[in-house]
């Protein structure tokens, strides 16, 4: 199993990036699929969740109306598009796949820094 995250680095605050979450080794349109992100000294929060057919999502707060995910069970990828970061979205942001009765799965992390 794999879940490999890209997209991430530097941008200046108003601007955007597009995290990609490539998945491998398992029934990736049976998964529902999460981004979580976690900043230095603290801990990982649940930034936005899609279900495995794609047809419902959820948002913190902190994030809603600037962050939207998605994603492509013929791709096996799933993407979070982030605009109008604030250097309060400085994290290290991690891809999880997760289904009941299921073990979950945990990419390794891509950097996003916000910071002019």
């Known amino acids: 199993v794999q879940l490999v995250e890209s997209g991430g680095g530097l941008v200046q605050p108003g601007g955007s990036l597009r995290l990609s979450c490539a998945a491998s080794g398992f029934t990736f349109s049976s998964f529902d699929m999460s981004w979580y992100r976690q900043a230095p000294g603290k801990e990982r929060e649940l930034v936005a969740g899609i279900f495995s057919g794609g047809g419902s999502t959820n948002y913190a707060d902190s994030v809603k109306g600037r962050f939207t995910i998605s994603r492509d069970n013929t791709k096996n990828t799933v993407y979070l598009q982030m605009n109008s970061l604030k250097p309060e979205d400085t994290a290290v942001y991690y891809c999880?796949?997760?289904?009941?009765?299921?073990?979950?799965?945990w990419g390794r992390g891509t950097q996003v820094t916000v910071s002019s």
């Open positions: 999880y796949a997760d289904r009941l009765f299921s073990q979950g799965y």
